[in-house]
């Protein structure tokens, strides 16, 4: 693919399960990835794919006037940005941070307020699909911040992801994340209550998801999360705790405006019930176990 851009480098911070395929469809497009990582086995890793290790944050922050993130939480936003002497101690003027982390509405136009002061732009771009949508490039990117930022970066995010929505104002990606994450959590509830009812009617789990593929009830979680249910294949594409976390950010969200959300509510108590039965590490349709014993 041909650069459109002035800017050929591109830091990355955060090369999880999802940060690596990332960082990899930005090589494969032709972009110099500086990349910063802890772990030896992701330095390796993303060195030998073609990316370039880069020993601290700050050195990075420095190096590069656009930097993806992909990171857990806001603690972690709140480590990698505004700690001392990382990313926001040494941005250079104009520099882009593109945050495709899942983290709270607020963190994000807080931090968004603080760049803005340094003559630097945030854009809070959480994603869906997964591990998978990650590999091959056809995420879902959500996207709050400055619209002029968003279209001078939008050829670098179709390098990741295929359906990318523009949504507002600063901390709107955010919330369009939380809208994401509470069907996800609802619609894993239903598909392992419908396969708990065919199990005991001894009905075939296999055939009625394939029946209900062709109707209305069609979903990309009962095609990929309810095959994982049927297999019992709960390798993560994304982890139950961190579904947790997100449901948290949806639940807290919607009391600050004065609502109780009662499905994102059962949603979250059924992904508590998860990690506190060791399944935090699991992907999040092995909540799917905690439907299963709760109907008996």
């Not at 959480?126 to 709050?144: C, D, Q, R, T, Y």
């Amino acid at each position: 693919m041909e650069k459109k851009s002035t800017h050929c480098e591109i830091g990355f911070i955060g090369l999880g399960v999802m940060g690596k395929p990332m960082a990899c469809n930005l090589i494969h497009n032709g972009y110099k990835v500086n990349f910063f990582a802890r772990k030896k086995n992701v330095i390796n890793f993303i060195s030998r794919k073609g990316g370039n290790f880069v020993n601290s944050i700050g050195e990075l922050a420095k190096k590069n006037k656009i930097i993806f993130l992909n990171l857990t939480d806001d603690n972690a936003i709140n480590d990698v940005i505004l700690s001392t002497n990382n990313v926001a101690d040494n941005l250079n003027q104009g520099s882009i941070i593109v945050d495709f982390s899942t983290i709270s509405p607020s963190k994000a136009v807080a931090v968004s307020k603080i760049l803005k002061k340094k003559k630097s732009y945030f854009l809070d771009c959480p994603v869906s699909g997964g591990e998978i949508g990650a590999i091959k490039g056809n995420l879902s990117i959500m996207v709050g911040g400055e619209l002029r930022i968003y279209k001078k970066i939008l050829h670098l995010l179709k390098c990741i992801g295929e359906n990318i929505t523009y949504i507002g104002e600063s901390g709107s990606g955010q919330v369009a994340k939380v809208c994401n994450q509470i069907v996800v959590a609802q619609t894993i509830s239903a598909i392992s209550e419908i396969f708990v009812l065919a199990k005991k009617t001894k009905t075939s789990q296999k055939k009625i998801r394939e029946a209900l593929l062709g109707g209305f009830a069609f979903s990309k979680i009962l095609e990929i999360h309810g095959e994982k249910i049927i297999k019992q294949n709960f390798k993560p594409g994304f982890k139950t705790h961190l579904h947790l976390k997100d449901l948290k950010i949806a639940v807290n969200l919607a009391k600050r405006y004065g609502l109780s959300l009662r499905g994102a509510e059962y949603s979250k108590k059924l992904l508590q019930k998860a990690v506190r039965s060791n399944l935090q590490d699991e992907d999040s349709a092995s909540m799917s176990k905690i439907v299963e014993k709760m109907s008996k």
